[in-house]
């Protein structure tokens, strides 16, 4: 009987798009010696905007590791080999044969996608026909709990999760390390000497946190930041978002004030464009959008992702709020794409989840304008000449100075104000 043809195929960081040019790789899902499907996933990389699980382009067994985690890995290193028992993998398109699914940008062979989780049990389905037995579950942690695991040199099944479902976080691995540990009755703390080291923990940068903090300092020395402010009463947006939660047309979607918010400031944009534009270094040009795509800035376990609404002019409330709601859910559970995280021409950040009042926001590179929201409380404030308790806000617009004045700056302001004070008007005129 003759031996099916071997060949040891290399596989190569592929282009993620949106200009990335380099990833950290995060943890191996295999490791050599195993056998490989096709699609299977073979590990995960961090990208400067999202989590991104690999699949492999080849079936057969892998025969070498080429990267280490924590790596930072730059598009077209080579990753893994694997030995196929086919031959080399005939180009797509191939007339002759079938050939191997064509490969989509950064994300491997172009079947139907599958779930994060659907695709882990095809991995361990694969896992389990090979060995004859059931190999140990993979510990459910987040990706930057893994990387940091990885860093620490901590062993992900020896920590307890204590996030949601049992999720390790990254301070359950500290805990696991001896950073940060609680004292015990069995294990109290004993005092420091006088003469002890500081006790610190360093913590290599990488992957989103890396790249917002380029990003974030490029803005603040490239684009002439101003802001303004102004403080109104938002009592009519609240009363309208109390009612709109027992709509039928918001079944299966939570509204808030942010929904509101960014309705108006998408209204604003429509009087005053130059909010939804950008300075072009190259040419020395104003480049206005015609959409507006609007970035939600939302705190990750990861860092700070801004997952974007596309189009969002075109949307009708119940349609912007189901849009903010999913993309925000996708970036904090690591779901987003990098395309789903690039893009915005404006941006909006609710600080006041946080309980804080206000702030000046840095601008996202690329755009000319970023709306802060601050925390919504009761304050005394003035009615029709008598004192009385309301719902208010503080908002403040942070905008490029080079194509927005603050003369549009402060009407676009003032039209959001207004907006939320009586939001009802604004959105029957946009339907």
């Known amino acids: 009987m003759t031996n099916p043809a071997r060949a040891v195929e290399e596989f190569r960081l592929p282009d993620l798009g949106e200009g990335l040019t380099e990833a950290d790789w995060v943890h191996w899902a295999v490791a050599v010696g195993d056998r490989v499907e096709l699609n299977q996933v073979i590990g995960e990389v961090e990208t400067a905007k999202a989590t991104v699980e690999l699949p492999s382009p080849y079936g057969g067994t892998v025969e070498e590791l080429l990267v280490e985690p924590g790596q930072t890995v730059p598009v077209g290193a080579p990753l893994l080999r694997i030995a196929t028992e086919d031959g080399p993998a005939e180009p797509a398109g191939d007339s002759d044969g079938p050939s191997r699914p064509s490969v989509l940008v950064g994300y491997g062979p172009g079947d139907a996608p599958q779930s994060r989780r659907a695709t882990r049990r095809a991995s361990a389905d694969a896992g389990r026909a090979r060995d004859g037995g059931t190999p140990p579950a993979r510990p459910d942690a987040k990706p930057g709990a893994r990387k940091l695991a990885a860093l620490l040199e901590v062993d992900l099944d020896t920590v307890t999760g204590t996030g949601r479902g049992g999720v390790i976080t990254r301070d359950d691995v500290r805990r696991t390390a001896g950073h940060g540990d609680e004292p015990t009755a069995e294990r109290p703390h004993s005092p420091a000497p006088e003469s002890s080291p500081e006790r610190t923990t360093r913590i290599p940068v990488g992957g989103v946190r890396k790249r917002t903090a380029e990003a974030v300092s490029r803005s603040a020395f490239t684009a002439p930041h101003a802001s303004v402010f102004l403080t109104c009463d938002a009592t009519a947006t609240v009363d309208l978002v109390s009612t709109l939660r027992a709509s039928p047309a918001f079944e ?148 490029d100075h080079r194509l927005v004045d603050g003369e549009q700056a402060g009407r676009a302001l003032a039209t959001i104000g207004a907006f939320l004070g009586d939001p009802v008007p604004m959105l029957l005129a946009d339907t």
Do not use: C, Y
Request: net charge negative; hydrophobic share 45%.
């Open 252 to 399: 299966g979607v939570r509204p808030t004030a942010l929904s509101v918010v960014s309705r108006a400031l998408v209204h604003a944009i429509a009087d005053e464009p130059s909010l939804n534009g950008h300075w072009d270094d190259d040419t020395g040009e104003i480049v206005l959008h015609h959409d507006v795509h609007l970035g939600i800035a939302t705190a990750t376990s990861d860092g700070l992702k801004v997952p974007v609404v596309r189009e969002a002019q075109r949307l009708s409330l119940p349609r912007l709020a189901r849009s903010i709601a999913e993309v925000a859910d996708r970036a904090r559970t690591g779901r987003s794409t990098p395309s789903e995280l690039t893009g915005s021409t404006v941006s909006v950040t609710n600080v006041g989840v946080f309980g804080v009042d206000g702030g000046t926001p840095i601008l996202n590179p690329g755009e000319s304008a970023i709306l802060a929201v601050g925390a919504i409380s009761d304050r005394p404030w003035v009615v029709d000449g008598a004192l009385a308790i309301r719902k208010v806000v503080t908002l403040s617009l942070s905008f």
